[in-house]
T-cell receptor, first 113, second 115 residues
Framework: KQEVTQIPAALSVPEGENLVLNCSFT??????LQWFRQDPGKGLTSLLL?????REQTSGRLNASLDKSSGRSTLYIAASQPGDSATYLCAAMANQAGTALIFGKGTTLSVSS | GAVVSQHPSWVICKSGTSVKIECRSL??????MFWYRQFPKQSLMLMAT?????????EQGVEKDKFLINHASLTLSTLTVTSAHPEDSSFYIC???????????FGQGTRLTVV
């Protein structure tokens, strides 16, 4: 059974720092991996989607990498801003398109000004 | 814009009443939709898979008689929490894949509070 783990559970950094959020999954046979942002009491905002055949995806200050063989993904946030404060979730889709996602518990990020 | 719409975004109900949550795919047909639940400070957990024209499949530990799922059309799935109790208070969110596309699209979520 796929399990997704995220570390750290919480992270506090001053504005401007570069940071890395980690995600690991137990079953390397994934179809894709997706990173989401969730603000308190809100729904999910999709940030980046990495297909199993890809190594990384970039969007603005965000860069996500995927290493299927080691069961790891990282989300790199450059030049963090207070507006980046939120919970970041990674989720793996099993090795078939259109199946449900398995979520990690998330990393709650706080960026101070 | 949103491709999956969920309604209501929040609801407060009395213990013992039933609450219906709707999930609509806006510009595509979804033969499958997923329902997740998120308790405070926990991650999203899959509750059930909604299948158009057939019975939903429930994850282990989810009571199918309490959480009724109806997927009567290719654009609408509903989740009814029957005889709600305070322990059912949670954040419920639906998801639908578009044409078996790989990206999962989520509704806005529903915050249910049972008093």
């Amino acid at each position: 059974k796929q399990e997704v783990t995220q570390i750290p559970a919480a992270l506090s950094v001053p504005e401007g720092e570069n940071l890395v959020l980690n995600c690991s999954f137990t079953d390397s046979a994934i179809y894709n991996l997706q990173w989401f942002r969730q603000d308190p009491g809100k729904g999910l905002t999709s940030l980046l989607l990495i297909q199993s055949s890809q190594r990384e995806q970039t969007s603005g200050r965000l860069n996500a990498s995927l290493d299927k063989s080691s069961g790891r993904s990282t989300l790199y946030i450059a030049a963090s801003q207070p507006g980046d404060s939120a919970t970041y979730l990674c989720a793996a889709m099993a090795n078939q398109a259109g199946t449900a996602l398995i979520f990690g518990k998330g990393t709650t990020l706080s960026v101070s000004s | 814009g949103a491709v999956v719409s969920q309604h209501p975004s929040w609801v407060i109900c009395k213990s013992g009443t039933s609450v219906k949550i709707e999930c609509r795919s806006l510009d595509f047909q979804a033969t499958t939709m997923f329902w997740y639940r998120q308790f405070p400070k926990q991650s999203l957990m899959l509750m059930a898979t909604s299948n158009e024209g057939s019975k939903a499949t429930y994850e282990q530990g989810v009571e199918k008689d309490k959480f009724l799922i109806n997927h009567a059309s290719l654009t609408l799935s509903t989740l009814t929490v029957t005889s709600a109790h305070p322990e059912d208070s949670s954040f419920y969110i639906c998801s639908a894949p578009r044409d078996r596309a790989t990206e999962a699209f989520f509704g806005q979520g529903t915050r249910l509070t049972v008093v």
